[in-house]
T-cell receptor, first 116, second 114 residues
Framework: AQSVTQPDIHITVSEGASLELRCNYS??????LFWYVQSPGQGLQLLLK??????LVQGIKGFEAEFKRSQSSFNLRKPSVHWSDAAEYFC??????????????FGRGTQLTVWP | KAGVTQTPRYLIKTRGQQVTLSCSPI?????VSWYQQTPGQGLQFLFE???????NKGNFPGRFSGRQFSNSRSEMNVSTLELGDSALYLC?????????????FGPGTRLTVL
């Protein structure tokens, strides 16, 4: 069965520090992988996605993520965090190419707090 | 292009009542998915509509239903509300809902059941 695990429920970093949010997935084949961010009272905004090819994916707001097939991981990184990055981050997995099963399976989220 | 819009943004209902939530997708998008977000269960898939047909369904009771209109706008209905239905209901639209198609989310409808 498909599943996504985000081991860290809450992370606190200082502004300007680097950030890595962990994501592990379980899926029968190489899935599509996504990172979304949710600010309080808002919907989900797509940060980046991985389909195939280069395993290092660049996204918006200076975020990047690296797909590691051997570890079934898709960790999100940012070299220098800004106070406005404080939000909840969700990793999600989608079905394989060509499938009409367009639904996403989400992790439980990681709440990011940024200290000034 | 305008984003995904959801109405209303907030709703308060009492147990036993029913509620209808509305979602207008991005212009040109034909697939609409609904998700329920709660602190206890996280984000869970409810169902997906494409060309006025329910194409995928999550593991929710029959009290949860939906439909899609010819203009791709979608509504979801929850009958006989229970306290546990209190949640943020998110709608997402995609071009055609195939795997990998980017899902664009609306701001959600916050439903509180008293």
């Amino acid at each position: 069965a498909q599943s996504v695990t985000q081991p860290d429920i809450h992370i606190t970093v200082s502004e300007g520090a680097s950030l890595e949010l962990r994501c592990n997935y379980s899926y029968g084949a190489t899935p599509y992988l996504f990172w979304y961010v949710q600010s309080p009272g808002q919907g989900l905004q797509l940060l980046l996605k991985y389909f195939s090819g280069d395993t290092l994916v660049q996204g918006i707001k200076g975020f990047e993520a690296e797909f590691k097939r051997s570890q079934s991981s898709f960790n999100l990184r940012k070299p220098s965090v800004h106070w406005s990055d404080a939000a909840e981050y969700f990793c999600a997995v989608g079905a394989r190419r060509g499938s009409t099963l367009g639904r996403l399976y989400f992790g439980r989220g990681t709440q990011l707090t940024v200290w000034p | 292009k305008a984003g995904v819009t959801q109405t209303p943004r907030y709703l308060i209902k009492t147990r036993g009542q029913q509620v209808t939530l509305s979602c207008s997708p991005i212009s040109g998008h034909r697939s609409v998915s609904w998700y329920q977000q709660t602190p206890g269960q996280g984000l869970q898939f409810l169902f997906e509509y494409f060309s006025e047909t329910q194409r995928n369904k999550g593991n929710f009771p029959g009290r949860f239903s939906g439909r899609q209109f010819s203009n791709s706008r979608s509504e979801m209905n929850v009958s006989t509300l229970e306290l546990g239905d209190s949640a943020l209901y998110l709608c997402a639209s995609t071009l055609d809902g195939t795997a990998g198609d980017t899902q664009y989310f609306g701001p959600g409808t916050r439903l509180t059941v008293l």
